[in-house]
């Protein structure tokens, strides 16, 4: 019997892994996809081979390219955009790390209170979840980005809308500022060099600025794993946890098990409640099934798994709550083309924002042709000058909303990847029982019954609306004042990336399936620790830090609620995943 | 001629197949193949057919591509936006679709067999007649014959070991086209999908992609429970992900890129229509390193 088992191996799960490995504690790993342990010889810089959803190297589906991926139902015009493998969706991330924005808290009593998902609060004060923040802030490391000439464009824009710059990690006000990304900054010929010769590690350390954010992070060349530059959980907590036993002095090093997917979780009734006592998962490269037992069950598979495995697994569902309150920020793209050189296509893909609390934030994205393209055909608006599916919007941007085709669209491509800057809105959104989670009828696959996701882009809360409007309007502005010559509005089908709240932690027991401890309500000893736990959108920030704090908060209850131990967080100092004494261990292990 | 029979010839010639199979069919003018309807079994027609449609569907998705990424290709002109540069097809982007459509685009054969079948009988039942003008040489085929190409449809549609998502759809967007202008079908290429303006392919897929209710509404009539609502749910989803899986494919490296050696073989066609790495590799860095903003390299709430 292990400690605990972790199902997981994504944003949230090897936090949880990692903390507990260092308390000493036995802890196993599973994780569906494969484990890239060599990206160098696994991986490439192209947009096809990387990212192509259906067979690209950082898909959703089984270790094997050769077999299909992983089918889930969607029932309306939409991209589901997961990610399997170790590192999970961190693997592609931009590695943004915003707080939560404090409205999203319970207590808040700023004037702007009401402005936020008030009748869906984390069930605690935002001041709780800050020692957590500055832990996983230190451990990743977390730090100020720099500035590519698609950022020195973004700001340009942003310094004629009237905002200040923001200097705190907490969002406070409408604001502007470089992210605060879980990058290393670059260091030596990193981003001052094409050269080869000069890109390898030592010579250079840190982000090399060349472009490739979303086809996971492999730079510098011959860094040790914990040192590449972004901090996706393959490159930090994943090191960390596999080597417990070399930094920390009570560590355990983790076991961990790829391409194992987890199908049901085990159960029993203990003094009248129901407990969660094991796992049970399949090997893709065999088919065979495994069952393990442990204390405590993590699960961290993700928004859309997570409840998968749950209903899967036949746990109870009293208040019908379960998939439910999905939130997506409802994303929209902005696209600005300019007469000068942006180097969109170059740099850390994301490396400034906008924040409105209350509304959501602006992000600038860099992207590759293959992507571009895709994200300017992604609409619920139709083709623009054609059809609109009645929608269509017109605004500050030139011509309705919608995608270009044909002629236009060519146009659009052919002014050049590297003199357009994209702008992603990430609204506020509201958690809505109506956006969810549940099984498909359509037969499953060989891991039960599938998800099916629905969203309703068209039937969203009136706040929902009013932020996005909102919000593409200033992008808009943003790229006017940039200095583009033509702006395109989108109307963004839903793109389900940034994922929230569908196994939610919430005040009201009629509305939620965590308790305020990530514990579940109806199976104790069963934890969630991926972005479903969250309680809703966090007011608009990207939400792998927030979950990433919370997964450490939760880590502690475990600790201390089944295992007799004490809290460490605002207790002890952490350690940074890029420790030598981790690089060390990764580098005589091999990992 | 009987009313079941020329619905069936119409939405035969709706679909494409008609027009695509007429070289290989009996007693349809031209060239004479030498075969009888007397010698036809089922499945000798299915495996005259099968290359057929292999052709048809490529045709359509030519017509598609070419909508979405227009070059220098036929299919650009024919539609009426003639370009000078390379566009999607001459990309790889036909390739790259039909490959994803059929090969990986995961939907279970549980939904796609039924979906496909469904097609066949609710399109064909569809009350849009033709005018018999439009249906031309198509009128010579015997009924015989027209059942027997309807029946080796339909086995194909529902029996190949894996299911060739790209078929059926190409066959909805053909009788879409149709809808929208009879006089595609006849014409240049096979496809009347691809014989479309440019404007009206913009009408076809509105009609894909708002899901024509007439359309769902039969289709879904001749679904079981409990997938009823999953076709017209796979359709609202296809109507989007067309348009980006072809542009994806159309702007990436997929045609240029060996799989053995991890590299390229020549310029991606995406590549050089962005200005993307002049240079034509990828590398591992860039020189595109500013400062920091404000020269604030770290913030605090302290």
Known sequence: MRDVIVIGAGGGGPVVAKELAQRGLSVLLLEAGPRHANPRAEWTHFENDANNPLTGFLRFGPADRGKPAWFRELPQNSFLFQVSGVGGTTQHYFANCPRAYPGAFAGYDKPDRNAYDTAHLFPFRYEELVPYFEWVEATLPVQTAAMGKKERTFFDGCETLGIPVQTTKTTLSDSFRPQENAILQPGGAAGRTRDLTQLRFPLATGCTFCGYCLQGCMEPIQAPRNLVAKRSTDNSYIPMALTADAWSPSGTSITLIADAFATQLLTETRNGELVATGVTWRIGATGERHTETAQVIVLAAGTTETPRLWLNSGLPNPNDWVGRGYTDHFFDFVVGLFDKDTDSSKGPASAARCDFPGRGGLENIGLGPALQAFTMQLTSSGSRGFYTNGRGMTGPWDGPAGRPIGPELKDALMNGVNRLLNILVITDDDVEAQNRVLLSALPGDEHGPVPKVIFRAGNRTARTQANREFLVRKATALLRGAGARKVFRLDWAPLILHVQSTMRMGLAPEDSVLDADAEARWVKRLFIADNSALANALGGPNPTLTTQALATRTAEKIFQRYFGGDPWVGRESPVVSTDNAVTQAVIARGL | ?302
């Open chain 2, 1 to 302: 001629m009987a009313t079941d029979d020329l619905s069936r010839r119409t939405f035969l010639a709706r679909i494409g197949v008609l027009g695509a199979s007429i070289t290989v069919l009996p007693h349809c003018g031209e060239p004479d193949t030498g075969i009888t309807t007397a010698q036809l079994s089922l499945g000798a027609l299915v495996d005259l057919l099968r290359p057929v449609l292999a052709e048809l569907s490529r045709d359509t998705w030519n017509g598609f591509v070419a909508f979405n990424v227009p070059g220098r290709d036929a299919y650009s002109r024919a539609q009426g936006t003639p370009r000078h540069e390379r566009g999607g097809i001459e990309a790889g982007g036909t390739d790259a679709l039909i490959a994803n459509l059929d090969r990986f685009l995961p939907f279970p054969d549980e939904l796609v067999r039924p979906a496909a079948a469904a097609l066949v009988t609710a399109l064909r039942d569809l009350p849009l007649p033709l005018a018999g003008g439009l249906l031309g040489d198509l009128l010579g085929l015997s009924i015989v014959t027209i059942r027997l190409v309807e029946d080796a449809v339909r086995f194909i549609l529902e029996n190949d070991n894996t299911t060739p998502l790209s078929l059926p759809v190409a066959l909805l967007l053909n009788y879409v086209a149709t809808v929208v202008s009879p006089a595609s079908l006849n014409g240049a290429f096979v496809s009347p999908f691809a014989r479309l303006s440019f404007a009206d392919k913009a009408r076809a897929m509105e009609m894909i992609e708002t899901s024509l209710p007439q359309l769902v509404a039969v289709v879904d009539a001749q679904i079981p429970q409990p997938l009823k609502a999953s076709v017209s749910g796979l359709l609202q989803l296809l109507g989007g992900a067309l348009h980006e899986l072809a542009a994806f494919g159309s702007l990436g490296e997929s045609r240029q890129f060996d799989p053995r050696t991890r590299g390229l073989t020549g310029r991606p066609v995406g590549w050089q229509l962005t200005g993307y790495l002049p240079d034509n590799q990828t590398g591992d860095g860039w020189d595109d390193l500013i400062g920091y903003y404000q020269d604030r390299r770290e913030v605090s709430d302290a």
